[in-house]
């Protein structure tokens, strides 16, 4: 298991925690990932033998944030 932290702009309500955490956990590969909204940021632990870090970037982008990396 390998663990990426990954610096989300645009993240400012309960609502946005849910929507970049779901859509992290739905990926195959991905155990954990837990947004920091004071930081701005969210820590991801998951199998990088399935899923790669441009693919979470994807999923948190296509949920209309903004990943840096």
């Known amino acids: 298991m390998a663990t990426k932290?990954?610096?989300v702009r645009?993240?400012?309500c309960g609502h946005c925690k849910m929507?970049?955490?779901g859509a992290l956990k739905n990926?195959?590969?991905v155990s954990t990932a837990e947004v920091n909204l004071e930081a701005?940021?969210?820590d991801v632990t998951f199998d990088d033998s399935k899923v790669t870090v441009d693919k979470m970037?994807?999923?948190i982008e296509d949920q209309g944030y903004d990943v840096e990396a």
Request: aromatic share 0%; charged share 35%.
């Open 57 to 59: 970037k994807e999923a």
């Open 27 to 29: 990926l195959e590969g």
């Open 40 to 42: 701005g940021k969210v």
């Open 19 to 21: 929507a970049v955490e």
């Open 5 to 7: 932290t990954l610096e």
């Open 10 to 12: 645009g993240m400012t």
